[in-house]
């Protein structure tokens, strides 16, 4: 195996121990699945690098998934860049085998990760960028942006929500239905996590499922495989400037995971449109009609997490940075990765992300070259 030993060449026009100082090639923040794929390609370019991570341990974002949830893909099809997930016995992998994956996965690469370092700025300085944390400072001539949108959950607002008297969560910290047993539950939602928890919330909860538009759910032997060959499609498509006809069916879809479909078998996978307003004790439907609710579950997706970014001007209305490819437009020393569709399609997955790492890092490396030459 290659060894991760930094370049022994001079950085920033000084030794290689300069980075005592805190100045690297690249800045990589985040420690999630789009930070490790990065990194496992930049550390074959040779290029000094470092990943600050605000989390306490590895495994991003799914540190914080609710117990019970699964993937819907199977492992040899929600594998990172260069390691395939090892497999499970039986049906998808849990969270916690994504985790422990992720886990080993960095001590294989031996990647170069601080935690917990929380990014709080990044400011522009001569000829780099500036990455702020409590912690200190660290100097770099590219930054990868790869924190997610787990930390940035988005809850809509809803007239008299301030009101309400029940307990209001969203999904991103919701753990099991243990605390919901006998109450009225609305579950808010309409993609995979909505269906999913509320098959789970279903079993111990007399639970009401809210979506803005009728659910669509996939045929029962579609998965992820099948979600990512589409979106791969698409992609190909969208490069050549080829329209292609599909069939119906996004990552956005609920797939017919075994706890959904076991809801669909107890006739509970069914959902209504939204309520117009919240009361003290529940909330009231377009028909006037009351229900009475102890407790709402968010499953209403998330931001992107760019609150670091401020200080750039980057940031627009629509909670975006305008990037060509995952190359910041207005801020050429800056890449995003994972995020979602606007950074890559299908980045914001597992095995998705492998494609916008890769080409992220072989753009960093071009542009660094061409900054020396």
Same mark, same amino acid.
């Given at each position: ?198 098959? =789970?919330?279903? &079993? #111990?909860?007399?639970?009401?499922? %809210? ?6 759910? @996939?045929? !029962?032997? $579609? ?9 791969? =499609?698409?992609? &190909? #498509?969208?490069?050549?400037?080829? %329209? ?6 996004? @990552?956005? !879809?609920? $797939? ?118």
């Amino acid at each position: 195996m290659r060894a991760i030993t930094l370049r022994n060449r001079s950085v920033w026009g000084a030794s290689v121990e300069a980075r005592s100082e805190n100045k690297w090639d690249v800045v990589i923040i985040g420690g999630g699945q789009a930070a490790l794929a990065t990194a496992y390609f930049l550390r074959r370019t040779g290029l000094s690098f470092v990943m600050l991570d605000a989390e306490d341990g590895p495994g991003g974002a799914w540190r914080h998934g609710w117990d019970s949830l699964r993937l819907f893909s199977p492992a040899t099809w929600s594998s990172i860049a260069g390691w395939m997930m090892p497999p499970v016995q039986e049906g998808y992998p849990s969270r916690d085998h994504v985790i422990d994956y992720l886990t080993r996965y960095e001590t294989r690469y031996q990647l170069p990760i601080q935690r917990p370092v929380r990014v709080t700025s990044i400011e522009r300085i001569n000829g780099a960028l500036r990455v702020h944390a409590e912690q200190g400072h660290w100097d770099a001539k590219a930054v990868v942006s790869a924190t997610g949108t787990w930390s940035n959950p988005h809850i809509p607002s809803y007239p008299g929500s301030e009101l309400f008297r029940g307990q209001q969560l969203h999904s991103a910290h919701y753990v099991d239905a243990q605390a919901f047993v006998g109450k009225r539950v609305l579950v808010v939602g309409g993609g995979n996590s909505g269906a999913q928890i509320l098959a =789970e919330v279903s &079993k #111990a909860a007399d639970a009401i499922w %809210v979506t803005p538009t009728e659910p669509l759910f @996939l045929p !029962d032997d $579609v998965d992820g495989r099948v979600l990512f060959e589409r979106a791969t =499609e698409r992609w &190909k #498509a969208q490069q050549e400037g080829r %329209v292609i006809e599909q069939p119906a069916g996004g @990552l956005g !879809d609920v $797939v017919m995971v075994p706890p959904v479909v076991e809801a669909r078998e107890r006739g509970v996978l069914h959902a209504v449109r939204p309520f117009e307003r919240f009361t003290r004790d529940g909330v009231i439907w377009p028909d006037g009609s009351e229900s009475a609710a102890d407790a709402v579950i968010w499953c209403t997706g998330f931001k992107p997490a760019l609150g670091h970014l401020a200080g750039l001007g980057l940031v627009t209305e629509e909670g975006r940075v305008a990037v060509e490819g995952t190359r910041a437009i207005n801020e050429p020393r800056l890449w995003l990765v994972g995020y979602g569709e606007w950074t890559g399609s299908a980045s914001a997955t597992l095995i998705g992300v492998t494609r916008t790492a890769r080409s992220t890092a072989a753009e960093i490396e071009q542009c660094l070259a061409k900054t020396e030459a």
